[in-house]
């Protein structure tokens, strides 16, 4: 079994910071490509950025790119957002995933095989 705990939200002006931050418990973390997604209200969720197992390889929404930095720590089996430069438009909650492959093809995501996703942790951006 495999838990995603996340942590590291909550409400922040336009432009300032939040690191969100995805604990793993149970399975080998390594062998998990691991995803940041987010839902607005009344909106699908949508995918943010994705890291490879070993980190050598990530890959942003357009929305985000340049803003926000996907990273991973394999030995503290955790997952981190680093978001800078935040607006309103980021409000949404946000949920860390596991799986054992995440694909984005600039329109849309897919995840496959095993996979696991968070509880989910709310930002709110005010204006």
């Known amino acids: 079994q495999v838990q995603l705990v996340e942590s590291g939200g909550g409400l922040v002006q336009a432009g300032g910071s939040l690191r969100l931050s995805c604990a793993v418990l149970?399975?080998?973390?390594?062998?998990?490509?691991m995803g940041w997604f987010r839902q607005a209200p009344g909106k699908e969720r949508e995918f943010v950025a994705t890291?490879?197992?070993?980190?050598?390889?990530?890959v942003y929404a357009d929305s985000v790119k340049g803003r926000f930095t996907i990273s991973r720590d394999n030995a503290k089996n955790a997952e981190y957002l680093q978001m800078n430069r935040l607006k309103p438009e980021d409000t949404a909650v946000y949920y860390c995933?596991?799986?054992?492959?995440?694909?984005?093809?600039?329109?849309?995501?897919?995840?496959?095989?095993?996979?696991?996703w968070g509880q989910g942790t709310q930002v709110t951006v005010s204006s």
């Open positions: 890291i490879s197992g070993d980190g050598s390889s990530t």
């Open positions: 149970g399975r080998t973390f390594s062998m998990y490509a």
């Open positions: 995933a596991a799986s054992s492959s995440i694909y984005y093809s600039g329109t849309y995501y897919h995840l496959a095989g095993d996979t696991y």
